[in-house]
């Protein structure tokens, strides 16, 4: 098998850009214009110079792997290429893979970037200020000097994410190669939209802001979402601001509950705010429909240190608002197309699942496996219910009480922020917080078990911590430290390696998110293999796009999938819920 590192350089400038396009919209825009192309193989073949200038039936068929470091956008770029009919690209009809080495730096645990990895993986420091030169820059308009600069830096990338590969590659197993496959096939196809019910939501929206805008007395003279302006005039009215007016505060939430019926403005802030961010979102769910009523969209592998997904390119699927606002649901948005249904399903409270079993609680997880109510099942365990019937509906409290603790204490959290947290008072979070650990001293335990073997590398002068998942995936922190103020260690955050500071329960949440990330991933590879198209991951949930006539017996397989444990999570207590729909919906 050989192996070619492909890199694309294409024209972009402030408003010619991914982020505002989407990539296909971005590769058709009538400035558009792939003008380089950097290949090296191992096999010793390096090019760089204009892609129809290549033969590239020198690295086509089955016998080889393309690679790209972001492969979600090289891999549209050279389908453009073929659809332009420029050089020979149309002469490629097969390779055996294409793998994205991004997506294997965030397998190891460093920054996606192809300067932050190579740094951290193979030493070697590599520079984009020609990338950052190259901006509005066009090939033809390039001086003899700057367009060298331009070949040495793309070759340099095509070399470096062919080291990438050939050095680290065979620590990346086929089936996390198959699911960063599967997210960028599943992120390209997209979803399908309602383009009739956008446009229309877009100018209901567009009035609600207008008659918003009315009520709003600086609405002429000062910015309109001012928080300046807001504060002074919430003054003017004799009343104390909250600290912060951000959507979610709870106390701007009480703010404005308070006070909105008597001071009409101070919801018509609110509101057009709401407004406005769902017309920003539904314009751009607009501008990337791609013309057959479906929109592409970004989504990274292993964007969050425990390889959850995370939104890219500006436009983030994995964080779409829930509810109406000013009588538009932008999740409706999504609609299947005639003769589909969506099959929405997702794993029922994976997480204290993971956690009970991952703690060894045989007797918890008895319960959980007898009783389908994951809260009861918790409440018995404990000692805490022993009636016949069901908790949720003879007493509504505990289980509220119950889910509190379930969702807040699992990790380690202290009283003071549970307090925080659930809206408790501090001497009812600190009683909730104790009850927690003394029916929990599986799971105290585990948070102890991890923070000693932190510390045990830590003695042995490790520069590594690793922690081994289930799957047999490892989680990796680096250049780990210790002293009175704790632990430290370096993960990536943000693009880049960042010192945080870790504890057993810290550690354990990781450990949690990152097996049940491992489950939910190995069930959406099961249901694509099953032929059902997965649409859309979002957190624990999988948006499936299945016939009409056979949508009931489609769902009913893909619960099924989801309610299985993968073969390494033996005993584990799965359960999932699942409904059709012509829309998504939560």
Same mark, same amino acid.
Request: hydrophobic share 40%.
């Given at each position: 098998?050989?192996?070619?590192?492909?890199?694309?350089?294409? +024209? +972009?400038?402030?408003?010619?850009?991914?982020?505002?396009?989407?990539?296909?919209?971005?590769? =058709?825009?009538?400035?558009?214009?792939?003008?380089?192309?950097?290949?090296?193989?191992?096999?010793?073949?390096?090019?760089?110079?204009?892609?129809?200038?290549?033969?590239?039936?020198?690295?086509?068929?089955?016998?080889?792997?393309?690679?790209?470091?972001?492969?979600?956008? %090289?891999? @549209?770029?050279?389908?453009?290429?073929?659809?332009?009919?420029?050089?020979?690209?149309?002469?490629?009809?097969?390779?055996?893979?294409?793998?994205?080495?991004?997506?294997?730096?965030?397998?190891?645990?460093?920054? =996606?970037?192809?300067?932050?990895?190579?740094?951290?993986?193979?030493?070697?420091?590599?520079?984009?200020?020609?990338?950052?030169?190259?901006?509005?820059?066009?090939?033809?308009?390039?001086?003899?000097?700057?367009?060298?600069? /331009?070949?040495?830096?793309?070759?340099?990338?095509?070399?470096?994410? !062919?080291?990438?590969?050939?050095?680290?590659?065979?620590?990346?197993?086929?089936?996390?190669?198959?699911?960063?496959?599967?997210?960028?096939?599943?992120?390209?196809?997209?979803?399908?939209?309602?383009?009739?019910?956008?446009?229309?939501?877009?100018?209901?929206?567009?009035?609600?802001?207008?008659?918003?805008?009315?009520?709003?007395?600086?609405?002429?003279?000062?910015?309109?979402?001012?928080?300046?302006?807001?504060?002074?005039?919430?003054?003017?009215?004799?009343?104390? @601001? @909250?600290?912060?007016?951000?959507?979610?505060?709870?106390?701007?939430?009480?703010?404005?509950?308070?006070?909105? %019926?008597?001071?009409?403005?101070?919801?018509?802030?609110?509101?057009?705010?709401?407004?406005?961010?769902?017309?920003?979102?539904? $314009?751009?769910?607009?501008?990337? $429909?791609?013309? %057959?009523?479906?929109?592409?969209?970004?989504?990274? +592998?292993?964007?969050?240190?425990?390889?959850?997904?995370?939104?890219?390119?500006?436009?983030?699927?994995?964080?779409?608002?829930?509810?109406?606002?000013?009588?538009?649901?932008? =999740?409706?948005?999504?609609?299947?197309?005639?003769?589909?249904?969506?099959?929405?399903?997702?794993?029922?409270?994976?997480?204290?699942?993971?956690?009970?079993?991952?703690?060894?609680?045989?007797?918890?997880?008895?319960?959980?496996?007898?009783?389908? %109510? !994951?809260?009861?099942?918790?409440?018995?365990?404990?000692?805490?219910?022993?009636?016949?019937?069901?908790?949720?509906?003879?007493?509504?409290?505990?289980?509220?009480?119950?889910?509190?603790?379930?969702?807040?204490?699992?990790?380690?959290?202290?009283?003071?922020?549970?307090?925080?947290?659930?809206?408790?008072?501090?001497?009812?979070?600190?009683?909730?917080?104790?009850?927690?650990?003394?029916?929990?001293?599986?799971?105290?335990?585990?948070?102890?078990?991890?923070?000693?073997?932190?510390?045990?590398?830590?003695?042995?002068?490790?520069?590594?911590?690793?922690?081994?998942?289930?799957?047999?995936?490892?989680? =990796?922190?680096?250049?780990?430290?210790?002293?009175?103020?704790?632990?430290?260690?370096?993960?990536?955050?943000?693009?880049?390696?960042?010192?945080?500071?870790?504890?057993?329960?810290?550690?354990?949440?990781?450990? /949690?998110?990152?097996?049940?990330?491992?489950?939910?991933?190995?069930?959406?590879?099961?249901?694509?293999?099953?032929?059902?198209?997965?649409?859309?991951?979002?957190?624990? $949930?999988? /948006?499936?796009?299945?016939?009409?006539?056979?949508?009931?017996?489609?769902?009913?397989?893909?619960?099924?999938?989801?309610?299985?444990?993968? $073969?390494?999570?033996?005993?584990?207590?799965?359960?999932?819920?699942?409904?059709?729909?012509? /829309?998504?919906?939560?």
């Amino acid at each position: 098998m050989s192996i070619a590192a492909v890199d694309f350089e294409t +024209y +972009y400038d402030s408003e010619v850009t991914i982020v505002t396009l989407g990539v296909h919209h971005y590769l =058709r825009h009538p400035q558009s214009d792939i003008y380089l192309v950097a290949i090296a193989t191992d096999t010793g073949i390096e090019f760089v110079g204009n892609p129809k200038d290549f033969d590239w039936t020198q690295i086509s068929g089955p016998d080889w792997t393309w690679l790209s470091h972001n492969a979600q956008f %090289d891999l @549209p770029v050279f389908q453009r290429l073929q659809e332009l009919e420029a050089g020979n690209t149309c002469e490629v009809r097969e390779i055996a893979a294409w793998h994205d080495t991004a997506d294997l730096a965030a397998f190891l645990g460093v920054p =996606r970037s192809l300067k932050e990895s190579s740094n951290f993986l193979l030493g070697t420091k590599l520079s984009k200020d020609v990338r950052d030169k190259m901006k509005g820059q066009r090939w033809d308009a390039m001086t003899p000097e700057f367009r060298e600069d /331009v070949c040495k830096y793309a070759i340099d990338d095509a070399i470096y994410c !062919l080291k990438l590969f050939t050095q680290y590659g065979h620590l990346w197993p086929e089936h996390e190669r198959e699911i960063s496959q599967m997210t960028r096939q599943m992120a390209l196809r997209g979803v399908p939209l309602d383009v009739p019910g956008l446009k229309n939501d877009i100018e209901l929206l567009k009035t609600a802001l207008w008659e918003y805008k009315q009520s709003i007395p600086w609405k002429d003279d000062k910015a309109l979402l001012s928080s300046v302006a807001l504060r002074e005039e919430c003054h003017k009215h004799g009343l104390i @601001p @909250p600290e912060s007016f951000a959507q979610g505060d709870v106390a701007a939430e009480l703010f404005f509950k308070e006070h909105g %019926d008597k001071f009409p403005w101070l919801m018509a802030v609110r509101d057009y705010r709401k407004a406005s961010k769902h017309l920003s979102t539904l $314009e751009t769910m607009l501008k990337r $429909e791609r013309g %057959d009523g479906w929109m592409s969209y970004g989504l990274k +592998y292993g964007g969050a240190h425990t390889l959850r997904d995370s939104g890219d390119t500006g436009l983030n699927l994995q964080n779409l608002p829930k509810g109406i606002v000013s009588g538009v649901d932008i =999740r409706a948005k999504i609609k299947a197309p005639e003769g589909f249904k969506f099959a929405i399903c997702d794993l029922s409270q994976i997480e204290p699942r993971v956690l009970h079993w991952l703690a060894k609680d045989h007797k918890m997880l008895k319960f959980i496996k007898e009783i389908p %109510d !994951l809260y009861e099942a918790q409440a018995r365990a404990w000692g805490l219910y022993e009636k016949e019937g069901s908790l949720k509906k003879n007493d509504p409290a505990l289980r509220h009480q119950i889910k509190q603790l379930a969702l807040g204490l699992g990790y380690g959290m202290g009283a003071v922020k549970f307090a925080s947290v659930a809206g408790v008072e501090p001497d009812e979070a600190m009683r909730l917080t104790k009850l927690y650990r003394d029916k929990n001293v599986l799971i105290t335990k585990l948070w102890r078990d991890l923070q000693n073997m932190f510390d045990a590398s830590i003695n042995e002068k490790d520069e590594e911590f690793h922690m081994e998942l289930p799957s047999g995936r490892l989680m =990796r922190y680096r250049q780990i430290s210790g002293n009175e103020f704790g632990a430290r260690a370096k993960i990536p955050r943000n693009g880049k390696m960042m010192e945080l500071g870790f504890w057993g329960g810290i550690f354990c949440e990781n450990l /949690v998110q990152a097996t049940a990330r491992d489950v939910f991933m190995h069930q959406c590879l099961q249901i694509e293999k099953a032929g059902i198209p997965v649409l859309m991951r979002v957190h624990d $949930e999988a /948006v499936c796009l299945v016939p009409e006539e056979s949508a009931q017996e489609r769902l009913d397989q893909i619960i099924s999938i989801m309610s299985t444990a993968p $073969e390494w999570a033996e005993g584990l207590p799965l359960a999932a819920e699942g409904s059709l729909s012509e /829309v998504y919906k939560k």
